[in-house]
């Protein structure tokens, strides 16, 4: 089932990041600079390197990168952006030598804007902790593995029409 949720994500980021191209290049052919994030320009951005700083997220003492095969990158950074819609995402995968219960902690608070974790279903004796808001969220997924864990720190920032929200 994770692997499902994983292509189904990927195939979706496909369809968007096209569009987003099909932006880019259209801004492109009206004169205006790739490097322009105004509400009349557009642009993608893809790195194989994220740093704490990009996930907003501390790193856990003594973690170290983790990749599942040898050619894979343990990080990756990408936005796009056109108009007045935008996404960025920020991803670490890290190891530790501690158990998921170790790394991990809880702090609650009662806002109605926050985000919480009721739907996911990590995988067994995995963690998964959200914090912020639908629109700006940091994700951490913790799995056991072995003696230790293997997490992923996740950033995600989505933002839509100001309009939307107004008629809301």
């Not at 369809?15 to 105004?38: K, P």
């Not at 009349?40 to 973690?63: C, E, F, H, N, R």
């Not at 056991?144 to 939307?164: C, H, I, T, W």
Request: hydrophobic share 35%; aromatic share 6%; net charge positive.
């Amino acid at each position: 089932m994770g692997a499902l949720k994983g292509w189904a994500l990927l195939g979706t980021s496909c369809c968007v990041f096209g569009m987003l191209l099909g932006m880019a290049a259209a801004s492109a052919r009206a004169g205006l600079s790739g490097g322009e994030q105004d509400q009349s320009g557009a642009g993608v951005m893809v790195s194989k390197q994220a740093t704490a700083k990009d996930v907003g997220l501390p790193v856990y003492p003594g973690a170290r990168a983790h990749k599942d095969e040898k050619g894979d990158s343990p990080a990756l950074q990408m936005g796009m952006w056109g108009g007045s819609f935008g996404f960025k995402l920020a991803v670490m995968k890290m190891e530790s030598s501690d158990t998921p219960e170790k790394i991990s902690a809880k702090n609650k608070t009662g806002d109605s804007k926050q985000i919480d974790c009721a739907d996911d279903k990590p995988e067994k004796g995995g963690l998964v902790f959200k914090a912020g808001t639908k629109e700006k969220q940091h994700i951490v997924g913790v799995q056991p593995n072995g003696q230790g864990s293997v997490f992923q720190l996740v950033y995600m920032e989505a933002r839509g029409d100001d309009k939307e929200k107004k008629a809301n």
